[in-house]
């Protein structure tokens, strides 16, 4: 990460989506799927999220989007070791395999920094026709 979360006790969604580059509707729909992610709901009826809450959600973005966990095999992740700090997060061991994904034979043969371009390159697809909609 190369921005300093701000030191508050709670965050609303909007901060959240920000600060995690997650959209709002996504941290909506997870606080569905993941019971680990219960914000604090104001009197207006506002989420608060608190940093334990950033630092999870980190970790889920890493699992989906990162690691391509889907989301059930990011739940038994979740449930079979416990949060992590978002330093854990930032840098995953990319040799090993977790048990819960199958392994690729071609992670050996690929460059990994031509796929990470690709990725780059399909996201700003899907941005830009995402706002051509």
Known sequence: MD???????YYKIGEVAKFTGVKPHVLRYWET?????RPNKS???QRL??????????????????QGFT??????KLRAK??????????PPKSRV???QMALPLSDSV??????ELRKDILRIRKMLDESV
């Open 3 to 9: 921005f300093e979360i701000p030191d508050k006790l």
């Open 33 to 37: 799927e993941f019971k680990t992610i």
């Open 43 to 45: 009197r207006t009826n």
């Open 49 to 66: 999220y608190r940093k334990q809450d950033i630092d999870l959600i980190l970790l889920l973005k890493d699992l989906l989007y990162n």
């Open 71 to 76: 989301i059930a095999g990011a739940r038994k």
């Open 82 to 91: 416990p949060a992590v700090a978002p330093k854990a997060v930032a840098t």
């Open 98 to 100: 977790s048990a819960d």
């Open 111 to 116: 460059d990994m920094s031509i796929v990470l």
